[in-house]
């Protein structure tokens, strides 16, 4: 059974940058099964859900066009894990940021972390 893990730090400065790890386990992030990918979304407050993108199980990435120029997802296929970086961030990037298998529809989410930006 899949299940995800986000780990990284809660509070981050304006104009900086965001870095989120997301530790996969019971399954792999470069297996072609079903055609995995893996996907970034948060939660912004007393707003919906937002996509911000993913990275397929063969290394391809993709963004939501509204943040693709601050955003960059990667993986480390040795440790089994993948990668948020959000750069420039501002106080409307405050949110739980999920890792969530699938792209599209979704399956399994991790816990979320709570990431907060302020000086």
């Known amino acids: 059974q899949v299940q995800l893990q986000e780990s990284g730090p809660g509070l981050v400065k304006p104009s900086q940058m965001l870095s989120l790890t997301c530790l996969v386990s019971?399954?792999?992030?470069?297996?072609?099964?079903?055609?995995?990918?893996w996907s970034w979304i948060r939660q912004v407050p007393e707003k919906g859900l937002e996509w911000m993108g993913a990275?397929?199980?063969?290394?391809?990435?993709y963004y939501n066009p509204s943040l693709k120029n601050r955003t960059s997802i990667s993986r480390d296929t040795i440790k089994n894990q993948f990668s948020l970086q959000l750069s420039s961030v501002t106080p409307e990037d405050t949110a739980v940021y999920y890792c969530?298998?699938?792209?599209?529809?979704?399956?399994?989410w991790g816990l979320g972390t709570q990431v907060t930006v302020s000086s």
């Open positions: 019971g399954g792999s992030i470069t297996t072609s099964d079903s055609a995995y990918a």
């Open positions: 990275v397929a199980f063969g290394g391809s990435t």
């Open positions: 969530v298998k699938g792209i599209g529809a979704y399956d399994v």
